[in-house]
């Protein structure tokens, strides 16, 4: 039996990268998944070589009405949600001290990656109550966990996404709906990895999509029922030192 039959599971920032990943492997077990991404045609191409169980919608997840559309869809189309996967998201400004940061470039950052999250979750808990329950995966950083040097817009809203799920898991506990984080460390996608973090992680290497997308899946599944509000780390080692 697929692990993930019967499942409707909203995947942000699902056009490349890790979302695309999740997005394949979900398929793959039996979901229905809902593909969100501002890149229309990558996120629309993926969609059509999944199938009739995978459905684009183009989607700005810093803005509130975008995300009343991709709930609406969803339900429209596949009927009530069971699973979020809040992926998408930017570095920012690389490099850059503190004291010489723009306030749009951090406030722009801030919207992408922690106002979204937040926003996912406020919309999705209505349709969740109609399924009698779901799991949200709330994707951080090693950067929600531990620090970094001139990337405080990103690292801000790491440990952002942390805290909000914790919260959220709480809230949510008495309609059966989980929230989980996970924090990956180095993975081969469209953001940018700097080789010091290769050079730091005790596996020495960085990973493959694939590699967090069989956690992901574990997480949406029925197979971690009693796990909420938890942190989950895939990065080879590196905050282990």
């Known amino acids: 039996m697929s692990r993930l039959s019967e499942k409707v599971v909203i995947i942000t920032g699902a056009a490349s990268g ?15 998944v809902v593909l969100t991404d501002i890149n229309e045609e990558k996120g629309q191409k993926v969609a059509e070589e999944l199938g009739e169980n995978a459905l684009f919608v ?7 009405d975008d995300w009343q559309v991709v709930v609406d869809k969803t ?9 979020l996967v809040n992926n998408a998201g930017i570095v920012g400004p690389n ?9 749009e470039d951090f406030n722009n950052v801030i919207a992408i990656n922690q106002y979204s999250v937040f926003k996912g979750m406020q919309t999705v808990v209505k349709s969740m109550k109609k399924a009698n329950g779901g799991s949200i995966v709330n994707i951080s950083s090693t950067a929600g966990l531990v620090g970094s040097v001139n990337v405080t817009p990103y690292v801000t809203t790491k ?5 909000m799920t914790k919260a959220a898991a709480l809230e949510f506990a008495e309609y059966n709906i989980r929230v989980n984080s996970v924090h990956p460390g180095g ?8 080789d010091a973090v290769k050079k730091a992680t005790p596996l020495g290497r960085i ?8 956690l992901i899946l574990y997480l949406i599944s029925d197979e971690s029922t009693f796990s909420t509000g938890s942190e989950f780390v895939v990065d ?6």
């Open 159 to 163: 440990f952002a996404v942390t805290g």
């Open 18 to 32: 890790m979302g695309e990943s999740f997005a394949r492997l979900f398929v793959e077990e039996g979901a229905k």
């Open 95 to 103: 490099d850059i001290p503190l004291e010489d940061l723009k306030d």
């Open 236 to 241: 080879g080692g590196f905050t282990a030192q």
């Open 207 to 214: 990973a493959e999509p694939e590699e967090v997308s069989y």
């Open 58 to 64: 183009k989607h700005d997840v810093a803005n509130k």
């Open 75 to 83: 339900e429209n189309t596949f009927g009530p949600i069971t699973g």
């Open 187 to 194: 993975i081969k996608t469209n953001i940018d990895v700097f």
